[in-house]
């Protein structure tokens, strides 16, 4: 059998690898040949990179708020990032439904990703019901939606919410309202309030108007858009449903408004009259139980878009409110866990939107300050003695410290710029007389202070 070469092996991988590959196509040019794309690929459109600056930022702030979660007793649930479609479908309403990433796995299964968590976390619900009542869960994970990207409205986005089960009327209401208020707050929002409602009254005001039942959730959506399209848009939107145009000016007069302070007509049902009610006790509880005052506020206009909502329905609104619309919202949805298979059992939950809260608190300038210098930057001078640096490397993370070795082999004194740079507090350089003796050279990069440390009381033993 005759020897093979190097240089022949390694010319025979190459082929092989080349015709082995399948030819990836752009247009009608196959480069499949080429190593490198003839257009950089971008991240897909309303999705976001985040730089480890970036991760420090969100991840200070959901800590925040996750410490918070906890204090009221809330555990930690995940669900997968798609579901079953008919599930997510199920009570989302016209306009959603439309935003579902769906598609068909290769079984046939119709799915999608998820949209946000309370009807992922309702069907945990149903599969559990053994779950000691009450149930307290919380979350912090990624949902999609396929609508135009804009300011504080992306494809991908984060939502931080919980969900609290078994529970009627308000005192669950208020717990949750605390919960998000508390919350925000601790994230470094000051600048807010909490628009309440109840969909009973709005609905009872529908009904009053004249609108159809079948056109409810359509004359909800409309009114949704209140805050993004001005009351003229609500205005032409109902007109087609309603015949007593005095009724409906009378109607856009009171969206807005607060149900306790204005005069409603007097023709309204009981149940009108009921969420009317149940309004002021959730703000008696508010102010009395949780001492929040004055952080929420009754407003007509709030329905929330999502069809599962039974009575209660809330924004929490910024100054910046118009232009990247609220930071989160919630309300109690008492029916849903029925619908996704379960018994009937009184529900509430919030959710923020993560992205629309960091940038909110970027734009009042209350993002906490990137934290100090801290960590080891390990210098070898030379290529010798990199085994000896990444020992004392070791060492030191051992205790629990963040180290970086230099492994470029660039000079000294760049790898000091780059330590600097990055924010390292201790260069540690080092060399032939660091080896021999034991005692490493530690540059303090903040006050700029050189001295000996021997390893031992560096690293410890």
């Known amino acids: 059998m005759a020897s093979t070469s190097p240089e022949s092996t390694e010319g025979t991988f190459r082929r092989a690898w080349t015709h082995s590959r399948l030819p990836f196509v752009r247009g009608k040019r196959n480069i499949a040949r080429s190593t490198q794309l003839a257009v950089p690929y971008e991240r897909p459109r309303g999705t976001k990179d985040y730089l480890p600056s970036e991760c420090e930022e969100r991840r200070a702030v959901l800590d925040r708020m996750k410490s918070v979660f906890e204090s009221y007793g809330y555990g930690e649930v995940m669900t997968p990032a798609f579901e079953h479609l008919e599930l997510l479908v199920a009570k989302a309403g016209e306009e959603v439904v439309d935003q579902i990433y769906a598609f068909t796995d290769k079984a046939g299964r119709k799915l ?174 508010l102010e009395d139980g949780y001492g929040l005052a004055g952080l929420a506020r009754l407003d007509l206009s709030v329905v929330r878009g999502l069809d599962y909502y039974t009575s209660l329905v809330y924004e929490a609104k910024t100054p910046l409110g118009g232009e990247l619309g609220s930071v989160a919202g919630g309300g109690r949805y008492d029916d849903l866990i029925q619908l996704v298979g379960g018994p009937r059992i009184p529900a509430t939950g919030m959710a923020i939107g993560v992205e629309r809260l960091l940038e909110t608190l970027r734009a009042e300038g209350a993002l906490a300050p990137r934290s100090g210098r801290s960590g080891y930057y390990v210098i070898p001078v030379a290529p010798q003695f990199r085994r000896y640096a990444i020992r004392v490397a070791e060492r030191l993370r051992a205790k629990g410290e963040k180290v970086v070795v230099e492994i470029t082999g660039r000079k000294l004194a760049s790898a000091l710029e780059a330590a600097d740079r990055l924010g390292y507090k201790y260069a540690v350089v080092i060399g032939q007389r660091e080896v021999e003796s034991g005692a490493l050279t530690i540059r303090d990069l903040e006050a700029w202070k050189e001295e000996k440390v021997p390893l031992e009381l560096l690293a410890g033993s």
């Open 112 to 285: 999608g990703l998820r949209f946000e968590l309370t009807t992922p976390i309702a069907r945990i619900v149903a599969e559990n019901l053994s779950l000691p009542k009450p149930i307290r869960f919380y979350y912090i994970q990624p949902v999609w939606r396929y609508e135009e990207p804009q300011r504080g409205r992306l494809r991908e986005f984060w939502q931080a919410g919980v969900e609290l089960i078994g529970v009627p009327g308000a005192p669950g209401d208020a717990e949750v309202l605390a919960v998000l208020i508390n919350s925000l707050r601790r994230a470094g929002l000051s600048s807010f309030k909490v628009h309440v409602n109840d969909r009973r009254l709005v609905e009872a005001l529908l009904h009053w108007l004249g609108v159809r039942p079948e056109l409810i959730s359509n004359a909800l959506r409309a009114i949704d858009k209140l805050e993004k399209k001005g009351a003229e848009y609500v205005e032409s939107e109902l007109a087609s449903m309603v015949s007593d145009k005095s009724r409906l000016r009378r109607f856009i007069e009171l969206l807005g408004s607060d149900p306790l302070e204005v005069q409603l007509p007097s023709e309204l049902p009981a149940v009108a009259m009921e969420a009317v009610d149940a309004l002021e006790q959730l703000l008696q509880e």
